[in-house]
């Protein structure tokens, strides 16, 4: 049967942009985590496996998560995240948006789809094997942009205080 794979990602230190929360930034530290849990009533996996999760940026670097599991080792609502000893703490490499590579092996995927060894996500979608595509992304901001976003939020401030100004102006002269 099938095992879910969950993900979960925060930044070490946390901060608020105009009462929203603000994206990392390059350079930022933040953690990670892998997980796969069983929700089927047979053991999972039917063989063994090496689940891969790779955060990946913009400019080609990234981290890995790598989940070993063997035959059978998860039973009915049992899980195991990685690594084992707490998050991983990574500093974001550039801006754009990390994406999230999953492969798992082994490659023979058709006797393991038919015998239940593969991963969905929370969106109940079926997680392929060869990792080809993005499951998961967030964004990660360049110091340079952050500091436009603030000036061009300034600029708007402004304008609109000198809209109130010019309009008090024409209705106090009449």
Known sequence: MPALFTHAEWTACPRMLFGLRAPILERDEFFATASVTNDSDAPFPPSDM??????????????????????????????????????ARIAA??????????????????SNIRNGGFLYDTDHRRIDADGKYSIAQFPVASITELLTLRALWLAV????????????????RR
């Open 93 to 110: 490499q550039a801006s754009g948006y990390a994406q999230l590579y999953v492969s798992y092996e082994p490659s023979d995927m058709a």
């Open 50 to 87: 090496i689940i891969t999760a790779r955060w990946q940026f913009a400019n080609g670097h990234g981290t890995t998560i790598p989940i070993k599991l063997s035959k059978g080792e998860l039973g009915k609502g049992q899980g195991k995240t990685e690594p084992a000893t707490g998050p």
């Open 157 to 172: 401030v402004a304008a609109v205080l000198s809209g109130v100004g010019v309009l008090l102006t024409v209705l106090l």
